[in-house]
């Protein structure tokens, strides 16, 4: 099963046109999902369709990753942005519940470490990369440092790259240019980059707060800072519309997904994974005749045991 390329197109954000995400939902698609009926269903109907498309999304990336792995020409990196409570760890949880662990690392980045703030600001991804073969998915990453930090720019003492007064513009038009570079050199070296930005709402993030903070099972998740970052929302809602803006290229597109729907938002991005190793085209590795004549003595050998 596929995601339709117009719901595709409908969520990337075209590179050099603005991203809009303030004027995208985030609840739903405009295209009706899947090309089903769903748009006049209601909510119990449209998750019920949700579901199954996941499952069948998980069974697909399952396959898909067995694909990627034996054919080891190729890695693929998804990279989870959001605003706190918007689903990346239910996503992942969910998203990934098929694959096979061997070929698949979580990567999640958190406030870096001194010696993190010692390097570069790429430095500590670039260690993780996914190796040919496998997919790496990162829980925030080097797009930190142009949305936290921007917010915070108080952030940027703590690292070698304090700008004179005055130039803080252009630091970020630098750090973009640099992720595009960077990105671009991993697409050259057949490293298929994907980047998810988990759209939720302030309203349904309130909703999210209160209901961890109402849940004994759950209220080990709230942390007092999530209400801290929360009073900036504003200010981050410009900077992921200027950092989607600016680093959604051919070569590593983001995708702006509806979020404030659980079940919409892990379907989605089941079939956008699933879309891209799809593209990869890839095949199952051929034996070699050689090999053949070695495999049919193997087992001429086994079955010749006592
Ligand atoms: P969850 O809350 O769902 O467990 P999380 O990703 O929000 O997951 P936290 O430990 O709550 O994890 O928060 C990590 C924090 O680290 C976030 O507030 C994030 O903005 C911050 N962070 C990540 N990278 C950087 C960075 N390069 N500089 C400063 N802060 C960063
Ligand atoms: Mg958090």
Not at 13 to 22: C, F, L, N, Q, Y
Not at 196 to 214: M, T, V
Not at 248 to 261: E, F, G, R
Request: aromatic share 8%; glycine share 4%; net charge neutral.
């Amino acid at each position: 099963m596929k995601l339709n390329e117009e719901i595709l197109d409908e969520l990337r954000v075209e590179p050099g046109k603005r991203a809009k995400i303030s004027s995208r939902s985030t609840t739903e698609t405009r295209t009706d999902w899947f090309g089903q009926e769903t748009k006049a269903a209601s909510g119990v109907a449209r998750k019920k369709v949700a579901e199954e498309d996941l499952s069948s999304y998980v069974d697909e990336l399952s396959r898909a990753q067995d694909l990627l792995w034996a054919d080891g020409s190729h890695a693929l990196l998804i990279v989870l942005q959001a605003m706190d409570a918007a689903g990346k760890d239910g996503t992942i949880k969910h998203v990934m519940s098929g694959v096979n662990p061997q070929g698949c690392r979580v990567e999640s980045f958190k406030q870096p470490s001194t010696e993190e703030l010692n390097h570069d600001f790429l430095w500590r991804c670039t260690k993780v990369l996914p190796s040919l073969g496998s997919i790496s998915i990162f829980n925030r990453s080097y797009y930190e440092d142009v949305l936290v930090v921007r917010v915070h720019p108080d952030l940027l003492d703590k690292t070698h790259e304090v700008p004179k007064k005055g130039s803080l513009s252009t630091l970020w038009e630098k750090r973009f240019e640099d992720i595009n570079n960077f990105e671009h050199h991993l697409h050259r070296n057949n490293t298929r980059v994907v980047k998810i930005f988990l759209h939720i709402s302030r309203d349904e993030q309130k909703k999210r707060f209160l209901k961890r903070l109402d849940d004994p099972a759950k209220r080990w998740k709230f942390s007092p800072n999530d209400l801290a970052e929360r009073q900036h929302w504003d200010e981050y809602q410009k900077a992921y519309e200027e950092t989607l803006t600016a680093t959604s290229t051919a070569w590593a597109p983001w995708y702006v997904v509806p979020a404030d729907h659980k079940y919409a938002l892990r379907a989605l991005v089941g079939g956008i994974i699933v879309s891209e190793i799809d593209r990869l085209d890839l095949k199952s590795p051929k034996v070699a005749p050689e090999k053949l004549t070695l495999l049919d003595e193997a087992k001429k050998q086994l079955l010749a045991e006592k």
